[in-house]
C-alpha cells in the first residue's frame, strides 16, 4: 500500500472513530444526530465531529456558528448539553488549558484591559440591545414572579432590589457598572434617590445622559475602581462577572471604602457552580472576553472581616424566561438588523442567547442575589420584611 493511501485510510479511520465518540456521547444526553425531536441535531458537515474533540466547547460553538450542525430547538439542546455534563466529557483539549493557563498568570480584568473587554460587546451598537432588550435597556435577569411582559418583569426586579437594600428619598446611590442607567433612573423616579453610576463603555453613557438628564443620576465613563466618595448603598448588578477572581477582594475593599456608617451593599450576578478563573472559551472569544463566573462562596470569602452576608437570594430559574424574551425580541427584529451586523453574527447571537437559556434551564448556571453589611448595622428594611 502505498504511504498517502495508508494516510487516506488511517485519516478515515480516525473520522469515523470520531464520528461515533461524539454520536455516543450526545446519545448519552437523549440527543439524537438525524432525529426528529426539537433537540435533535442535524449535521451538515461530517467534519463537526473531529472538530469537536480537538477544540471543545469553542469549536462546537463555532461550527453552529459556520452552519455545520442545526437544531429546531437549540435552548433543548444544550439544556440536554447542561444536564449530561457533555462539557465535561471533551474538556481535556488545548483550547481549555490555554485559557486555564492565560487566567492563572494573567489579570485578565486588569484596570488596564478594563475598556477594551467592555468595549467588544456593550459598545457594538444600541440599536441592537434597544431591539433585544427591555425600555430600560437592562441587560440582567429579570424578576417574573406576577409579571407577564419583559419591561414589568425588569421593573419588578429592580424594585425587589431597591426593597432589599432599604432604598428612601434622598439615600446617595453608587452603581457600580451601571450599564445604560436602568437601575440609576429607576431608583431616582420611584423612590426618590440620587444615583451616581460608572461604566467604561462609552455607548452606554452617551445614551443614559441623553435620556436622564432630568434626574438626580450622574453617569460616569471610567472603571468602577476609580470610584469615590462615600454612599448610603452600594449597588452591582451583573458586574461581577467582569471582576475576576484576583480581583474580588479589591472589589470589597471598595465597597468598603465606599459605604457610610449604616450603609447597605448588594450584588446581583451570575454565580457558576465550581470555581474556575476563566469563562468557558466561546463565550470569551465571542461574547464576554476575560469574563468569569463566580461562585458564592468565592464572594462571600472576599467580605471577610469587611462585610457579614444578610440576604442570598437565588433567582435563576427567572434568567431562563429572560433569555427566551431576548431571543425573541432580537429574532423579531432581525429583518431591520440584518444589513449591519449579517449572517454569522445572526447565528453566533441565537447560539448565545439560547445556549444561555438551556444553561440556567439545567440550572448548571444560576443567578444570586447578595445582601451585605458591616458588623454592628441593622438588618436592612427589606431583608427584615421578608
Given amino acids: 500500500m502505498q504511504a498517502s493511501s495508508a494516510t487516506k485510510l488511517l485519516s478515515q479511520l480516525d473520522s469515523r472513530r470520531a464520528n461515533e465518540l461524539c454520536r455516543d456521547a450526545l446519545a448519552d444526553a437523549g440527543i439524537t444526530v438525524g432525529g426528529t425531536r426539537p433537540w435533535d441535531i442535524t449535521v451538515h458537515d461530517e467534519r463537526l465531529y473531529h472538530r469537536l474533540l480537538r477544540d471543545g466547547t469553542l469549536g462546537w460553538g463555532e461550527a453552529y456558528m459556520d452552519g455545520w450542525w442545526?437544531?429546531?430547538?437549540?435552548?433543548?439542546?444544550?439544556?440536554?448539553?447542561?444536564?449530561?455534563?457533555?462539557?465535561?466529557?471533551?474538556?481535556?483539549?488545548?483550547?481549555?488549558?490555554?485559557?486555564?493557563?492565560?487566567?492563572?498568570?494573567?489579570?485578565?480584568?486588569?484596570?488596564?484591559?478594563?475598556?477594551?473587554?467592555?468595549?467588544?460587546?456593550?459598545?457594538?451598537?444600541?440599536?441592537?440591545?434597544?431591539?433585544?432588550?427591555?425600555?430600560?435597556?437592562?441587560?440582567?435577569?429579570?424578576?417574573?414572579?406576577?409579571?407577564?411582559?419583559?419591561?414589568?418583569?425588569?421593573?419588578a426586579k429592580l424594585?425587589?432590589?431597591?426593597?432589599?437594600?432599604?432604598?428612601?428619598?434622598?439615600?446617595?446611590?453608587?452603581d457600580l457598572g451601571c450599564g445604560w442607567g436602568g437601575f440609576a433612573a429607576f431608583a431616582a423616579e420611584r423612590y426618590g434617590a440620587i444615583v451616581t453610576g460608572y461604566t467604561v463603555a462609552a455607548e452606554q453613557v452617551k445614551l443614559a445622559k441623553e435620556r436622564y438628564a432630568h434626574l438626580s443620576v450622574d453617569i460616569r465613563q471610567d472603571d468602577y475602581r476609580r470610584a469615590s466618595g462615600q454612599y448610603d448603598a452600594v449597588v452591582s448588578i451583573g458586574l461581577m462577572e467582569h471582576v475576576g477572581p484576583k480581583n474580588y477582594r479589591g472589589y470589597m475593599e471598595l465597597v468598603d471604602r465606599c459605604l457610610a456608617p449604616g450603609g447597605v451593599a448588594f450584588v446581583h450576578t451570575i454565580c457558576g457552580t465550581k470555581t474556575t478563573n476563566h469563562i468557558e472559551p466561546w463565550f470569551d472569544k465571542y461574547i464576554f472576553p476575560n469574563a468569569v463566573l463566580p461562585t458564592p462562596d468565592a464572594i462571600i470569602h472576599?467580605?471577610?472581616?469587611?462585610?457579614?452576608?444578610?440576604?442570598?437570594?437565588?433567582?435563576?430559574?427567572?434568567?431562563?424566561?429572560?433569555?427566551?424574551?431576548?431571543?425573541?425580541?432580537?429574532?423579531?427584529?432581525?429583518?431591520?438588523?440584518?444589513?449591519?451586523?449579517?449572517?454569522?453574527?445572526?447565528?453566533?447571537?441565537?447560539?448565545?442567547?439560547?445556549?444561555?437559556?438551556?444553561?440556567?434551564?439545567?440550572?448548571?448556571?444560576?443567578?444570586?442575589?447578595?445582601?451585605?453589611?458591616?458588623?454592628?448595622?441593622?438588618?436592612?428594611?427589606?431583608?427584615?420584611?421578608?
Fill in 302 to 386: 472576599a467580605m471577610e472581616d469587611l462585610f457579614i452576608v444578610e440576604d442570598m437570594h437565588n433567582i435563576g430559574e427567572h434568567y431562563d424566561r429572560t433569555l427566551m424574551a431576548w431571543w425573541e425580541r432580537f429574532d423579531a427584529a432581525w429583518p431591520t438588523l440584518a444589513e449591519k451586523y449579517g449572517p454569522t453574527f445572526y447565528r453566533m447571537w441565537k447560539y448565545y442567547l439560547l445556549s444561555c437559556a438551556g444553561s440556567f434551564r439545567a440550572r448548571e448556571t444560576n443567578l444570586m442575589q447578595l445582601v451585605f453589611t458591616r458588623t454592628g448595622t441593622r438588618q436592612p428594611l427589606g431583608v427584615r420584611a421578608s
Fill in 159 to 174: 424594585d425587589l432590589v431597591c426593597r432589599k437594600i432599604g432604598l428612601r428619598a434622598g439615600m446617595r446611590v453608587l
Fill in 70 to 155: 442545526d437544531s429546531p430547538a437549540l435552548d433543548q439542546t444544550m439544556d440536554r448539553v447542561c444536564r449530561a455534563r457533555l462539557r465535561e466529557v471533551i474538556k481535556d483539549n488545548w483550547v481549555l488549558f490555554a485559557h486555564a493557563v492565560k487566567a492563572r498568570i494573567t489579570n485578565l480584568q486588569s484596570l488596564s484591559r478594563a475598556s477594551e473587554n467592555a468595549s467588544r460587546h456593550y459598545d457594538i451598537g444600541n440599536d441592537l440591545y434597544e431591539a433585544m432588550l427591555d425600555k430600560r435597556l437592562l441587560y440582567t435577569c429579570a424578576y417574573w414572579q406576577n409579571a407577564r411582559t419583559l419591561d414589568e418583569a425588569q421593573d
